[in-house]
């Protein structure tokens, strides 16, 4: 098992920065894939970006390509997401997502197998 916890969401005015943290544990691997998901309000959970715990693959969303930046703490078991010039459309719930063994980081969810909790991003105009 592999448990996750978020942190750093909160409100922040448009183009503004946060930086959201998922602390990983328990079975933690050099072979983790770690995905950043989000969800708004009625809408689907969508895929913002993932890495292998390796470094060697990175993905993000068209979306948020430019503006968000994945990365990694080994010490710390702690993966990163950096988010920059912020839009009000960035609104959502802010999962971090796991699972062993992946060539790349999926963008689908059900490839995932471990959730944190979500931690809430609120973009004001």
């Known amino acids: 098992q592999v448990q996750l916890v978020e942190s750093g969401g909160g409100l922040v005015q448009a183009g503004g920065s946060l930086r959201l943290s998922c602390a990983a544990s328990g079975r933690t691997s050099a072979h983790l894939v770690m995905g950043w998901f989000r969800q708004a309000p009625g809408k689907e959970r969508e895929f913002v970006g993932g890495?292998?715990?390796?470094?060697?693959?990175?993905n993000y969303a068209d979306s948020v390509k430019g503006r968000f930046t994945i990365s990694r703490d080994n010490a710390k078991n702690t993966v990163y997401l950096q988010m920059n010039s912020l839009k009000p459309e960035d609104t959502a719930v802010y999962h971090c997502a796991a699972r062993l063994f992946a060539y790349s980081p999926p963008m689908n969810d059900q490839d995932y197998n471990y959730w944190g909790q979500g931690t809430q991003v609120t973009v004001s105009s």
């Open positions: 890495m292998l715990w390796s470094g060697v693959s990175i």
